[in-house]
């Protein structure tokens, strides 16, 4: 059974920082695309950044410069490091792991930035 588990989400004051983790059983990273989207009240869940086992990322407009998202093959693990954080970014963030046509997601970490 594929399981994600999300940890590091938390309350935050503009211009900090955070590090999200996703950490999978049951899949191996090699061959699959993983990542975080996000979803704030009211709004549509959007692609936050994403990369693949050969470490190639890529990132919504919104995020670049500040955001970096990384992996570590051996603990099975993606970590999003979040700078320069605003009340913009404030949302549920989601890993998610992409193999073939099928897609497994973590349970959603909240993260709030407020002063």
């Known amino acids: 059974q594929v399981q994600l588990v999300e940890s590091g989400g938390g309350l935050v004051q503009p211009g900090g920082s955070l590090r999200l983790s996703c950490a999978a059983s049951g899949l191996l990273f090699s061959g699959n695309v993983r990542g975080w989207f996000r979803q704030a009240p009211g709004k549509e869940r959007e692609l936050v950044a994403k990369?693949?086992?050969?470490?190639?990322?890529d990132y919504a407009d919104f995020v670049k410069g500040r955001f970096t998202i990384s992996n570590d093959i051996a603990k099975n693990t993606v970590y999003l490091e979040m700078n320069s954080l605003n009340p913009e970014d404030t949302a549920d963030y989601y890993c998610?792991?992409?193999?073939?046509?099928?897609?497994?997601w973590g349970q959603g970490t909240q993260v709030t930035v407020s002063s």
């Open positions: 990369i693949t086992s050969g470490g190639i990322t």
């Open positions: 998610f792991a992409r193999r073939a046509l099928t897609t497994y």
